[in-house]
T-cell receptor
Framework: NAGVTQTPKFRVLKTGQSMTLLCAQD?????MYWYRQDPGMGLRLIHY???????AKGEVPDGYNVSRLKKQNFLLGLESAAPSQTSVYFC??????????????FGAGSRLTVL | GQSLEQPSEVTAVEGAIVQINCTYQ??????LSWYQQHDGGAPTFLSY????GLEETGRFSSFLSRSDSYGYLLLQELQMKDSASYFC?????????????FGAGTTVTVRA
């Protein structure tokens, strides 16, 4: 009963490097989200997906790309990392209607440092 | 877009009652929810209000007034383990836009 699993948990990058964060959920949820959390700024939505093969921009999408090729996986990519992308990244998933759409299950987070 | 405001910090003693207010602005309101986060760990769902009124879940209650664009989370009989950050969140239901946006969070510190 894993819920939402994020890999890796920690990563240090140099400016300009690229990387991909993987999110996997086993609850058959339609919706998946990527948030970043910085001190004093709460959770800010980067990108989200309302179903397999679909993605949409959130509040802070610049510098990130996503893909949802399979329903259970949601990938977040950084093509050319910048120090401003140092943050904790949370993936979440939810159902697609009623209360289920408002109950997000979060992963444990991925802590990324860009030097 | 959406914006949410909540206090940044609240401190209280064990056994006390704390109320965390949340005011929001959104063009297509579809419910107010609350999440708890301990020490930077995974946020966890606490409660959800789609209609006006009070929802009670054990020591925690959540209230919503849609006409005032306002809600609150009430923590009763505070315990040390309630020290955490609490976030309100709103979903904007416009066409196919199902984004869930969060407030900046309220850090609750419970003192002995």
């Amino acid at each position: 009963n894993a819920g939402v699993t994020q890999t890796p948990k920690f990563r240090v990058l140099k400016t300009g490097q690229s990387m991909t964060l993987l999110c996997a959920q086993d609850m058959n949820h339609e919706y998946m989200y990527w948030y970043r959390q910085d001190p004093g700024m709460g959770l800010r939505l980067i990108h989200y997906s309302v179903g397999e093969g679909t993605t949409a921009k959130g509040e802070v999408p610049d510098g990130y790309n996503v893909s949802r090729l399979k329903k259970q996986n949601f990938l977040l990519g950084l093509e050319s990392a910048a120090p401003s992308q140092t943050s904790v990244y949370f993936c979440a998933s939810s159902g697609d209607r009623g209360l289920g759409a408002n109950v997000l299950t979060f992963g444990a987070g991925s802590r990324l440092t860009v030097l | 877009g959406q914006s949410l405001e909540q206090p940044s910090e609240v401190t209280a003693v064990e056994g006390a009652i704390v109320q965390i207010n949340c005011t929001y602005q959104t063009s297509g309101f579809y419910g107010l929810s609350w999440y708890q986060q301990h020490d930077g760990g995974a946020p966890t769902f606490l409660s959800y209000n789609a209609l006006d009124g009070l929802e009670e879940t054990g020591r925690f209650s959540s209230f919503l007034s849609r006409s005032d664009s306002y809600g609150y989370l009430l923590l009763q009989e505070l315990q040390m383990k309630d020290s955490a950050s609490y976030f309100c969140a709103v979903r904007d239901h416009r066409a196919s836009d199902y984004k869930l946006s969060f407030g900046a969070g309220t850090t609750v510190t419970v003192r002995a």
